[in-house]
């Protein structure tokens, strides 16, 4: 039998039928925009900087044999990074990849895209007193990064960037506002400071606080003092609550974890001290792989949390060293620490200045707009060269952020690098500029054109290093053998007026003589 409804019941059902009709469609279209929304997100950008680890100290190989494949060494199965594993396998890494020597010089380069020859902050900043050394130039940056100068992370601040800084600071000494990373463009500073190396690791040791190391002890961290929280661990779980807020409020971010590891004091990581008990190396070699290892947890930590948050498709990540290796394996100029490379941090061989970089999407997804404008192929190694001041310009551009144009950046756009393709627009050049003394190699320059290296010493020292000229050839000789100084005159001639014109391009600072008045400008052989 058919219903039958009165003429009134009749209107409610249709004006009902109507209003849910509405109510579903526009549920609907909100959830269109929420994917559009999500989709049209800047990508957050993660960089992750370990301090003092060279291209040598991890479980994923990144130099390659003639046909171009990963090689292995001894070094490699010394090291266990899982999480640098799963990164390197969704992502490219590069095996010429070049930092700075020593720790400050890195890291103002990544957050003014200059190379140190220009910005001028050529030594490690001490922050307390000039190091410049008894030869350095007079003019060098020994306060680090100033207030008003362009930094990635203002830049990125003003962009709508949430900017977080986790780690290690040394942008500035102690009484001068590079000290502070707040002051630098970051929203949010947790534990930078003046210094490089922390007071101690250990929460027990409230890293450094009260100890005879406090005028180095790691700040904010009061809620893990006394705890067995080791250092690693607690920025980790700090820039994990950093991040997640940032979700939260719905903004994008740029997270700049900056580790004290694998910095000396080499304390060993109790969570890892049993898997290096039985290797053959010293004590201090099996700590420094302990804090290799907790860097490594602290990265798979960040992934899975970003991963946790449903951002990891639009998170891209560069993973990378800030000087070469300085694991406590040999001397600084042989063939020890960074295994078959010869040197070590501070060192003008290739085992000073080589360091790991990975680049990949927290999580591949071919489909994301973000993605899509910048593909990365998997577990792929790219062999052109690359340097730590290449990241500014690259993040900038691909956050769609502007950088006035008076600020001078010697970086290069990694774009193209990153999708695995050569680039021929990009010259395959090195410029390293070291004009201090002490450290483990004093007052040099070097400088790589494709296979060629050059190394200019300002001063003769008196170790066996006193030459003024060393001249490799590093396709022939990748570990830094067989000087050619004497036996190729017009290739030493060439490459040395390269350095010397890239030095001028770089208004480069020299050291002076012993009296002080005059630049020690390099001498064409
Ligand atoms: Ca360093």
């Not at 003003?158 to 000494?173: M, S």
């Not at 960074?338 to 061989?349: E, F, I, S």
């Amino acid at each position: 039998m058919r219903p039958h409804y009165s003429r009134i019941t009749r209107l409610i059902i249709l004006n009902s039928l109507v209003l849910f009709l509405f109510l579903v469609s526009g549920l609907n279209s909100a959830v269109d925009a929420n994917i559009q929304k999500k989709q049209k997100q800047k990508p957050n950008i993660v960089v992750f900087l370990v301090d003092d680890m060279g291209v040598m100290d991890t479980s994923v190989p990144f130099l390659t044999d003639a046909k171009g494949q990963p090689k292995r060494y001894p070094l490699n199965d010394f090291y266990i990074t899982p999480s640098m594993e799963r990164l390197a396998k969704q992502g490219i890494r590069f095996n010429n990849f070049y930092a700075m020597s020593v720790c400050s010089p890195t890291r103002i380069s990544i957050m003014t895209g200059q190379n140190a020859a220009r910005h001028h902050a050529t030594n490690w900043i001490n922050p307390t007193k000039n190091n410049r050394g008894p030869q350095g130039p007079p003019e060098w940056n020994w306060e680090g990064l100033k207030k008003n100068d362009i930094t990635l992370a203002r830049l990125l601040q003003k962009n709508g960037y949430e900017t977080i800084h986790v780690g290690k600071g040394h942008f500035g000494a102690r009484d001068f506002p590079g000290a502070n990373p707040a002051n630098l463009g970051f929203d949010i500073n947790i534990a930078g400071a003046s210094f490089g190396a922390p007071g101690s690791y250990y929460g027990e040791k409230k890293y450094g606080l009260g100890t005879r190391r406090a005028h180095h002890a790691v700040p904010h961290l009061e809620k893990y003092h006394g705890t067995e929280t080791f250092l690693t661990e607690a920025i980790t779980i700090e820039a994990n609550a950093a991040v997640t807020a940032a979700v939260e409020a719905d903004k994008p971010f740029f997270l700049y974890m900056a580790h004290y590891a694998v910095h000396a004091p080499f304390d060993s990581d109790p969570r890892f001290a049993a898997h290096y008990k039985n290797s053959d190396k010293p004590k201090a070699a099996q700590a420094f792989a302990t804090l290799i290892e907790g860097m490594d947890k602290s990265l798979g930590d960040i992934l899975d949390q970003i991963e946790k948050l449903g951002v990891a498709e639009n998170t891209l990540v560069f993973f990378l060293g800030d000087n070469g290796s300085d694991a406590p394996l040999g001397h600084q100029h042989a063939v020890a620490c960074a295994a078959p490379l010869r040197g070590k941090k501070g060192a003008h061989y290739e085992g000073g200045m080589r360091v790991p970089f990975i680049a990949a999407w927290a999580k591949s997804n071919p489909g994301n707009p973000n993605q899509k404008r910048l593909p990365i192929p998997a577990d792929t190694i790219q062999t052109q060269t690359a340097a730590v001041q290449d990241l500014f310009p690259t993040i900038l551009n691909f956050t769609g952020t502007k950088s006035p144009e008076k600020h001078v950046v010697d970086g290069l756009r990694l774009d193209k690098l990153l999708t695995g393709n050569p680039d021929s627009s990009r010259e395959q050049t090195f410029l390293m500029h070291y004009p201090h003394s002490p450290h483990r190699s004093n007052y040099f320059t070097s400088y790589r054109n494709g296979d060629w290296k050059v190394i200019y010493h300002y001063v003769p020292s008196k170790d066996s290093e006193g030459s003024h000229y060393q001249l490799y050839n590093l396709a022939a000789d990748p570990f830094e053998q067989n000087n050619l100084a004497d036996s190729k005159p017009k290739q030493l001639r060439k490459m040395m007026q390269q350095l010397i014109a890239s030095m001028e391009s770089h208004n480069g600072l020299y050291p002076v003589t012993k009296d002080g008045s005059k630049p020690l400008r390099p001498k064409l052989p």
